[in-house]
């Protein structure tokens, strides 16, 4: 059974970082993209980066020159390195398959508050 289980998040001041983790089970990173996406209340979740399907990473324009995702293979984990953050970045982040997300594959997520 395929798990996603992230981590990373909490309480960080406007203008500092966060790094995001998300480890799977299986051999979901052996056969797809790896993408971070966020949901805030009332809103529909986003992809805020991820592989496209042509070779490309694609970024939310609102994070863009300031989140980078990344991934080891080798320890079946995906990053996603958040600098300058801002408060309209508070959201629950969640990894998942991309450019298209399995249905079954979103976990927990992880918490970000952006706050002073």
Known sequence: QVQLVESGGGLVQPGGSLRLSCAASGSIFSSNGMGWY???PGKQRELVAGP???GRIVY???VKGRFTISRDDAKNTVYLQMNNLKPEDTAV????TAPFPTLSYWGQG???TVSS
């Open 38 to 40: 966020r949901q805030v």
């Open 110 to 112: 992880t918490q970000v």
């Open 93 to 96: 982040y969640y990894c998942n």
């Open 52 to 54: 496209t399907g042509f």
């Open 60 to 62: 939310a324009d609102s």
